[in-house]
Nanobody, 124 residues
């Protein structure tokens, strides 16, 4: 059974860095992808980035390219979202999710299991 646990959120000043982690307590993944999404107050949930389990291919939203990095640890069944050069507009609740899809997994409807979300607040 898939159970995703998200950790690492918090308050950071603009320009700072923060790393989120998402661990699946179920059986190790060998295929599919893990994605990160975020939702700011009054806005729709949006894609942040994703990584495939098989070969580590990454996908990023244009708004975070060059600032955010996704990596995975297959042994720990954990995916990391390293965020740097944070901006106030990055403030949101961040979620991780899994999908069996490995081909451009950028749409939220592809994902069947979601973590509980963690708040990231970037102060100006």
């Amino acid at each position: 059974q898939v159970q995703l646990v998200v950790s690492g959120g918090g308050l950071v000043q603009a320009g700072g860095s923060l790393t989120l982690s998402c661990t699946d307590s179920g059986p190790p993944f060998s295929s599919g992808s893990m994605g990160w999404f975020r939702q700011a107050p009054g806005k729709e949930r949006e894609f942040v980035g994703a990584i495939t389990w098989s070969d580590g291919t990454t996908y990023y939203a244009e708004s975070v390219k060059g600032r955010f990095t996704i990596s995975r640890d297959g042994v720990k069944n954990t995916v990391y979202l390293q965020m740097s050069s944070l901006k106030p507009e990055d403030t949101a609740v961040y979620y991780c999710a899994t999908t069996p899809n490995s081909n451009s997994p950028t749409k939220s409807w592809l994902y069947g299991y979601w973590g509980q979300g963690t708040q990231v607040t970037v102060s100006s």
